[in-house]
């Protein structure tokens, strides 16, 4: 068994530098060994602050030299089949950013693909990790709320016009709110409650895109409101926009309600806050995250950014550092492919019950 991981990044953004180079280069049994970019300049200047790997314009030419034992791939949507189905032909294990893929279609060819060569695969969820989303699960698995009878979970968020011009609301390329934000709280949904059974969603196209001419074109949705329906019966809402003003950051407020207790939860990238109400209490209690979730006890690492909500990606065993873990240990590596297709699969039906004006179940 190798001692170390050699991992490679195709897309290196400013996302994929500041959150999975900074948990490589924390991780130290991981290797950053090649970076693959269309960009050959941007390319080799992320190389240059991460210990120089070796840089490639072409990811078929970087998956197959040799250099790699796994990669991670953060490219624009559209792109993550293609990558993701070469890198498991050249055996390589896949960490793959959100949403997985445009369809549930595509999800699942990654999937059988990955399952198939026999590798670790991952989809990176991101906010699953941070600390105070990261507890209610640990209540939920405990059982505090009983068996959920509600859940309602809420992102908001502000998009520059740099943003709202991007790749993520081309229908070329992107996945509209429903991929960016919509993905996050789907899993956070299936996480806490289990899996969707059905769905009715509203979703509206309301951000402004212009053509470097000048005239309008077309974009995907920037706010959607789903109703769902759980299997286990649970009943609920998700609603996410990118609607706030530029500069307010991302929002998340979840609200959990079961036979025995109700939680709530406030958070963005720099902490949060949990709330907890039982069977027989007079109010609401605010609860504590414990230290082992939060990444302050171990590690000794900086956190991205210098937020608080990001400690763990450089010191717990989460995202990339899970990633490299679960190569090299055998452990559980989660969410997988999995999730990231289940993912796919409630998209997919929020995009059918609008555009069809009625519920749609998730899985026919």
């Given at each position: 068994?190798v001692?170390?991981?050699?991992?490679?990044?195709?897309?290196?953004s400013?996302?994929?530098?500041?959150v999975?180079?900074?948990?490589l280069?924390?991780?130290?049994?991981a290797?950053f060994?090649?970076?693959?970019?269309?960009?050959?300049e941007?390319a080799?200047?992320?190389?240059?602050?991460h210990g120089?790997?070796?840089?490639?314009?072409?990811?078929?030419?970087?998956?197959?030299?040799?250099?790699?034992?796994a990669?991670?791939?953060?490219v624009?949507?559209?792109?993550?089949l293609?990558?993701?189905?070469?890198a498991?032909?050249?055996?390589?294990?896949?960490?793959?950013?959100?949403?997985?893929?445009?369809?549930?279609?595509?999800g699942?060819?990654m999937?059988?693909a990955?399952t198939?060569?026999?590798?670790?695969?991952?989809?990176?969820?991101?906010?699953?990790?941070?600390?105070?989303p990261a507890?209610a699960?640990?209540l939920?698995e405990?059982g505090?709320?009983?068996?959920?009878?509600s859940?309602?979970?809420?992102?908001?968020s502000g998009?520059?016009?740099?943003?709202?011009?991007?790749?993520?609301?081309d229908?070329?390329?992107?996945?509209?709110?429903?991929g960016?934000?919509?993905?996050?709280?789907?899993?956070l949904?299936?996480?806490?409650?289990g899996?969707?059974d059905?769905v009715?969603?509203?979703?509206?196209?309301?951000v402004?895109?212009?053509?470097?001419?000048?005239?309008a074109?077309a974009?995907?949705?920037?706010t959607a409101?789903?109703?769902v329906?759980?299997?286990a019966?649970a009943t609920?809402?998700?609603?996410?926009?990118g609607?706030?003003?530029?500069?307010?950051?991302?929002e998340?407020?979840?609200?959990l309600?079961g036979?025995?207790?109700?939680?709530?939860?406030?958070?963005?990238?720099g902490?949060?806050r949990i709330?907890?109400c039982r069977?027989?209490d007079?109010?609401?209690s605010e609860?504590?995250?414990p230290?082992?979730l939060t990444?302050g006890?171990?590690g000794?690492?900086?956190?991205?950014l210098?937020?608080?909500g990001?400690?763990?990606?450089?010191?717990?065993?989460?995202a990339?550092?899970?990633?490299?873990?679960?190569?090299?240990?055998g452990?559980p590596?989660?969410?997988t492919?999995?999730?990231?297709?289940?993912?796919?699969e409630?998209?997919?039906?929020?995009?059918?019950?609008?555009?069809e004006l009625?519920w749609v179940?998730?899985?026919n």
């Open positions: 068994m001692d170390r991981l050699r991992v490679g990044l195709v897309g290196p400013w996302f994929a530098e500041t999975h180079l900074a948990g280069d924390s991780h130290p049994r290797q060994t090649a970076v693959c970019g269309r960009n050959r941007n080799e200047a992320v190389a240059a602050r120089n790997p070796a840089v490639f314009t072409d990811y078929r030419s970087m998956l197959s030299s040799g250099l790699l034992d990669v991670v791939v953060a624009p949507d559209h792109l993550h293609d990558v993701t189905l070469a498991v032909e050249s055996g390589l294990h896949v960490l793959c950013e959100k949403p997985l893929a445009r369809t549930a279609h595509d699942r060819r999937l059988d990955a198939a060569a026999g590798v670790v695969h991952m989809t990176m969820m991101t906010w699953r990790w941070m600390p105070v507890f699960k640990r939920v405990d505090y709320l009983g068996r959920v009878r859940a309602h979970f809420s992102m908001q998009y520059d016009a740099e943003l709202l011009a991007g790749w993520r609301f229908p070329e390329q992107g996945t509209g709110i429903l960016d934000l919509g993905s996050h709280m789907i899993d949904a299936r996480s806490y409650v899996e969707i059905r009715c969603a509203r979703l509206i196209d309301d402004p895109r212009q053509r470097s001419d000048g005239t074109m974009s995907l949705p920037g409101t789903l109703l329906d759980y299997a019966g609920g809402t998700i609603d996410v926009s609607t706030r003003m530029p500069g307010e950051g991302i998340v407020d979840v609200r309600h036979d025995e207790a109700s939680l709530r939860l406030q958070f963005d990238l902490g949060g709330k907890g069977r027989g007079d109010s609401w609860l504590t995250v230290a082992d990444g006890e171990s000794g690492n900086p956190s991205i210098d937020l608080p990001m400690r763990p990606f450089t010191n717990l065993a989460v990339d550092r899970l990633f490299v873990d679960a190569v090299l240990d452990i590596a989660e969410p492919l999995v999730d990231g297709w289940r993912v796919c409630v998209i997919d039906a929020a995009v059918a019950s609008d555009r009625r179940n998730v899985r």
